[in-house]
């Protein structure tokens, strides 16, 4: 079936690492997204690319990185610089002017 | 300036009933769409339904159907026949056309239906 996966699902580490999520898609689609959630919040976009190997910074882009070598995959890197880790965050995929698709998330927490 | 506006944080409807969640939005762009996703405790979001800025009609799917008031700039949810699976989490967003593929979410609507 087609759709977007993100592993893990929760994931744990310490302050100071730098943790990788996931995110696949096989919809073909040309434009992904990461967003962050946080516990009672409405979503807010951490990083987006149209194209691979072409990215924009969302809103909080500050302690995160990404990179797009494949159309199907778009990991994000939470780095040491990210104040304030822990929170779900949520990829999403999307063609031309349709409705996003969205992966189940990855609850990270650091401590 | 928010893009999309959400002033509800949260809504209580009975079984059976139907209820409507709220959403403003803010753009210059005449060409945009509008967007209803449904979060459940599980965390996943789940597509309702869209409006095209150019649509001479409400959206409906289902029990899903979309108020949608242009010269307002309103573009509210409502459903009908409230179920006991609807309690969740309700977002609003919006694509412009002129930002490209950048979606614009509310801070969200969290609707509990109470038997």
């Known amino acids: 079936d087609g759709g977007i996966t993100q592993s893990p699902k929760y994931l744990f580490r310490k302050e100071g690492q730098n943790v990788t999520l996931s995110c696949e898609q096989n919809l073909n689609h040309d434009a992904m997204y990461w967003y962050r959630q946080d516990p009672g919040q409405g979503l807010r976009l951490i990083y987006y690319?149209?194209?691979?190997?072409?990215?924009q910074k969302g809103d909080i882009a500050e302690g995160y990185s990404v990179s797009r070598e494949k159309k199907e995959s778009f990991p994000l890197t939470v780095t040491s610089a990210q104040k304030n880790p822990t929170a779900f965050y949520l990829c999403?995929?999307?063609?031309?002017?349709?409705?996003?698709?969205f992966g189940p998330g990855t609850r990270l927490t650091v401590t | 300036a928010q893009k999309i506006t959400q002033t509800q944080p949260g809504m209580f409807v009975q079984e059976k009933e139907a209820v409507t969640l709220d959403c403003t939005y803010d753009t210059s762009d005449p060409s945009y769409g509008l967007f209803w996703y449904k979060q459940p405790s599980s965390g996943e979001m789940i597509f309702l339904i869209y409006q095209g800025s150019y649509d001479q009609q409400n959206a409906t799917e289902g029990r899903y159907s979309l108020n949608f008031q242009k010269a307002r700039k309103s573009a509210n949810l409502v459903i009908s026949a409230s179920q006991l699976g609807d309690s969740a989490m309700y977002f609003c967003a919006m694509r412009e056309a002129f930002t490209g593929n950048q979606f614009y979410f509310g801070t969200g609507t969290s609707l509990t239906v109470i038997p």
């Open positions: 999403a995929s999307s063609m031309g002017s349709s409705e996003q698709y």
């Open positions: 690319s149209q194209i691979v190997n072409d990215f």
